[in-house]
């Protein structure tokens, strides 16, 4: 390879030699082509459980002597927003200040008081007679104006509005304005957490908010105001976006509507089949938290449209009020027992319906103000639906079939041959039907379709059975994303007792050659 | 995390492969100090040596082309390289560079010593991967199943730097030597701790990693200082020499990327949803920023690749003696030892054929001549491994040129 000929070399010479090197190792280390090299792989991909938790998702609660286990669940399906009572009507309040003379000026020395009025804030719009509420949210915006040569101070109090204990007082000091330019002030009071005393200055009333109102010149100021006839000092105040907390006084008889829609299984993930749902105790509450009487007419039931029938439909329920001792509430509770509908309420459901309906109304304080005036509400502990159920597990299945959907993000594994292998180990005393379906995104590649079959774990086995499943991939497969679809279908000859503890593993696993490229 | 150990150390073949300037081949210059024998008067000297090599104890030439060249590695060059390995780390070692020494005809004041100096660049790399590294990366996981694979002290740098000094050389060819360093760029990543595992089942996984890695890509300005220190007595019946190269430091400015790893991973396989580890985690955005950190390097005063020979000459007769000569330093793995036999031919020729063990690589052999052409000018050309340039079978080659005034 190397033929030297040092013959006649010198220094200038020895310089060209090392640039002939470099460029014959720069032209070598150019051409490049791709590495390649195989490597054969073997990796842990998943490993998931499936358990009971995982069909029902968190509504389900489960409890288990050992041998059986219970779906007992006890929780509400729906709660009663009453917006009446909840939301005050936003309102505006203004104080228009006016001299009663023409002309001017009119000296106003410092310290005078202009206005000193004491008078309530009306809140419209309300049908009911609330004497007390806490406010969760709200706000005062308000704006001050003033026209007058010299200084303004007002005051605004609010004595029935407090906030920790504190009083809600508002005051503004206004320099005086000049050239017929309006000062003016604007600012906003947060009311979290407010308690308001709606009973107005003579402490009888309802639905008002007390105030006093005092504009004048400050005393501290040496200055004296040049009154005209035609200035004008101008008060708003705006309550905004009043959520109520707790509220008490008369909420009147008052008509609502009680319609519940209630999604139980989810068509996508329950495809089909059939549940022997045989519960113990069944029964649907209704729990009035309200501090007024109802009066509660539940007209239908209906499980996907199809109308069932109990003795307590469409019969008008007394249900009193609830007792509040401070913060603490012991609801008034009407049940109706659902194993006594006709046709069974659980027959259905055991057909894995989508929804079920309740159709009903109620009304507020039937009988009047019986309480003179101390109905009670927290929006925090509103009336609730509850379903109070205790299901053992000792059920038949019939071809019950579920399905989960997953996407599958591209992998770049280019020229990789081999297999995917599914370990599933069946905890469940029923066979399992397993069947994979991979779409790709690739249009070109057809969906892979594979079936598998996982015996039950019955009692007197020691050991696990796991059953291993492959499916040969490539790299095209993996480059194309898809979605994997997993279907499992469960079958039972005849009841069988479930503990409660019972798993479905799932394990899955690559092996096979990659090749590796460096480009 | 196989796909990724494979990223590793196909990053780090791949970073050599980049900065080796392909098959520029040559030995280390190891001062081939025949001037002792022919015992020469003092006079203006000058010498220029470039010099290249490239060296390993587990990649033949045949799978190094391909590293180098691309194409199809087939398994049987994998497992005759992992034969190779015999137990120990793997190592690859690439040295290139160029050399200019002078020293003045006059003296420097009213001193018997002489202004010399010497002007020089050079660069280096230096990898090295444990046995289970290179199966993992080569072969996959298959085939040993079970096995804890042990990662540790897997590494790769790389640098470039230069120096041009001045100093005062004395009688018998003693020279110290002060000046400044410049170091164009360094590269370096390393695995401090990595253990991998996939039990015989293939549903345990474990992996853990320490790992850093930084790029040094503004250049650092530093100090350095070469030193040669000869025993040449004729009362004595050997010649002993040291020589330090590259005894330095260069302050390095900073702004460089840093990456840092420090992760374990011990599963049966994935969960495909919830929070950690999982399918649905895996595929989220971010999820790789929670294990490898990136950061910025600051100012750091950083050591240069320095290195020390230490040779011995024994004459046997008026024509012939033996050497040996001990390399320390410049990141080999093993200090480097040269033992060989001299003879000259004549006024005009020497040559002489020696054994290398260590560095890079094992034993290999080496050969050099020197020719004394007219006008005091000696020419010297040292060939390392001279199989390595025809047979795909060797770990190596080098090459070096020395052309100098006497």
Redesign the interface.
């Known amino acids: 390879?190397?033929n030297?000929n040092?013959d006649g070399?010198g220094?200038v010479r020895?310089g060209a030699?090392?640039a002939v090197?470099?460029a014959?190792?720069?032209?070598?280390?150019c051409?490049?082509?791709?590495?390649?090299?195989?490597?054969?792989?073997?990796?842990?991909?998943?490993?998931?459980v499936i358990e009971w938790t995982d069909v029902f998702s968190d509504t389900a609660l489960f409890s288990t002597d050992g041998t059986t286990a219970t779906l007992a669940y006890h929780g509400a399906l729906s709660s009663w927003d009453i917006a009446s009572l909840t939301q005050l009507p936003d309102t505006l309040v203004t104080e228009d200040l006016s001299p009663d003379f023409i002309g001017g000026p009119f000296q106003v020395p410092p310290g005078a008081i202009l206005l000193d009025t004491e008078e309530d804030i009306v809140f419209q719009g309300i049908d009911q007679a609330f004497r007390y509420i806490r406010l969760e949210s709200g706000s005062i915006s308000y704006s001050v104006e003033s026209s007058t040569n010299g200084y303004v101070e007002l005051h605004y109090s609010f004595p029935s509005v407090t906030i920790g204990g504190q009083e809600v007082n508002l005051d503004v000091l206004l320099p005086p304005s000049v050239s017929g330019a309006i000062q003016s002030e604007t600012g906003t009071i947060d009311l979290t957490g407010a308690e308001i005393d709606l009973t107005g200055v003579s402490g009888t009333e309802i639905n008002r908010i007390a105030s006093q109102l005092t504009i004048g010149t400050p005393a501290y100021l040496p200055d004296t105001a040049q009154v005209y006839g035609d200035d004008s000092i101008r008060v708003s105040m705006h309550f905004q976006d009043m959520m109520v907390r707790q509220v008490a006084g008369y909420f009147g008889e008052e008509f609502v509507d009680l319609n519940v829609d209630q999604t139980v299984f989810d068509p996508e993930i329950f495809l089909g089949g059939f549940i022997d749902v045989s519960p113990s105790r069944a029964r649907l509450e209704f729990q009035n938290t309200l501090g007024a009487d109802l009066r509660l007419t539940l007209d239908a039931l209906s499980v996907d449209g199809i109308a069932l029938d109990h003795p307590a439909f469409g019969v008008p329920q007394l249900i009193s009020r609830a007792d509040w001792q401070g913060d603490a509430v012991v609801p008034a509770i009407w049940e109706m027992d659902l194993l006594q509908t006709g046709p069974s309420f659980f027959e259905l459901l055991g057909y894995l319906p989508q929804s079920v309906t309740v159709l009903g109304s109620a009304t507020l304080n039937p009988l009047g103000d019986v309480s003179g005036g101390n109905d009670f509400f927290d929006s925090q502990v509103p009336p609730e639906l509850v379903l109070d159920l205790e299901w053992p597990l000792n059920t038949q299945i019939e071809h019950l079939r579920l399905r989960q959907v997953?996407d599958m993000?591209p992998i770049s594994?280019p020229d990789f041959n081999g297999d995917l292998?599914f370990?599933v180990t069946n905890g469940f005393p029923v066979h399992w039907g397993l069947e994979w379906v991979w779409t790709f995104d690739n249009a070109s590649l057809e969906p892979l379709f594979f079936a598998a079959e996982s015996p039950a774990f019955l009692s007197d086995m020691t050991e696990d059975v796991p059953v291993e499943y492959r499916i040969p991939i490539s790299s095209e497969m993996l480059l194309s994303g898809g979605q994997l679809e997993i279907t499992g279908s469960m079958h039972t000859d005849g009841a069988v007792v479930f503990s409660g503890n019972e798993r479905m593993r799932l394990?899955?696993?690559v092996?096979g050659?990659?090749e590796?490229v460096?480009k | 995390m196989k796909h990724g150990a494979n990223h590793t150390i196909l990053f780090l073949l791949g970073l050599a492969l980049l900065l080796i300037p392909a098959e520029l081949a040559a030995q280390v210059e190891a001062g081939i100090s025949v001037d002792s024998l022919v015992n020469e008067p003092f006079m203006d000297q000058w010498s220029a040596t470039v010099w290249g090599q490239h060296r390993s104890n587990t990649l033949d030439h045949e799978l190094g082309g391909i590293l180098l060249r691309g194409g199809m590695i087939d398994r049987d060059l994998v497992e005759s390289a992992l034969a190779n390995l015999k137990g120990d780390m793997g190592a690859f070692g690439f040295s290139a560079g160029g050399l200019f020494k002078w020293s003045s005809t006059r003296f420097w004041k009213e001193t018997d010593a002489r202004i010399c100096g010497s002007i020089q660049g050079r660069s280096l790399v230096d990898a090295r991967w444990t046995q289970e590294m290179f199966e993992l990366a080569f072969m996959g996981n298959q085939g040993h199943l079970g096995r804890w694979d042990v990662l540790d002290g897997s590494q790769l740098r790389t640098t470039v730097w230069g120096t041009a000094t001045v100093g005062l050389e004395g009688r018998y060819n003693n020279r110290i030597e002060l000046g400044l360093a410049y170091r164009k760029v360094q590269m370096a990543g390393q695995i401090h701790t990595g253990y991998f595992r996939v039990n015989e089942d293939v549903d345990s996984l474990y992996v853990s990693m320490r790992a850093d890695a930084s790029i040094d890509s503004r250049a650092g300005l530093g100090l350095a200082i070469n030193g040669e220190w000869h025993f040449i007595r004729e009362e004595a019946p050997f010649a002993f020499h040291v020589q330090i190269q590259n005894l330095g430091w260069v302050v390095v400015p900073g702004g460089g990327p840093r990456y840092a790893v420090d992760t374990l991973l011990e599963t049966s396989g994935l969960a495909l949803d919830g929070p950690g580890w999982s399918l649905e985690t895996l595929q989220s955005a971010g999820f790789v920023e929670d294990f490898l950190n990136v950061d910025t390097a600051g100012v750091s005063l950083q050591r240069l690749p320095g290195r020390c020979d230490i040779a011995m000459e024994y004459p046997l007769g008026p024509r012939s003696g033996w050497d040996v000569t001990l390399q320390i330093g410049e990141w080999m793995p093993l200090p480097r030892v040269m033992m060989g036999y001299r003879r000259a031919f004549g006024k005009q020729w020497q040559a002489g054929i020696q054994g290398v063990v260590g560095g890079w690589g094992r034993l290999r052999p080496a050969a050099w001549v020197r020719w004394r052409v007219p006008n005091e000018r000696a020419l010297t050309l040292f060939v390392e491994d001279p199989w390595g340039w025809g047979s795909s079978s060797a770990f190596g080659r080098g090459l070096t040129l020395r052309f100098e005034g006497l």
Do not use: C, K
């Open positions: 390879m190397m030297w040092f070399i220094g020895h030699l090392l090197m470099v014959f190792a720069l032209t070598i280390g051409n490049r082509a791709p590495i390649r090299w195989e490597v054969d792989l073997a990796l842990p991909l998943i490993d998931d997953r993000d594994l292998v370990e394990q899955v696993r092996e050659v990659h590796v460096i």
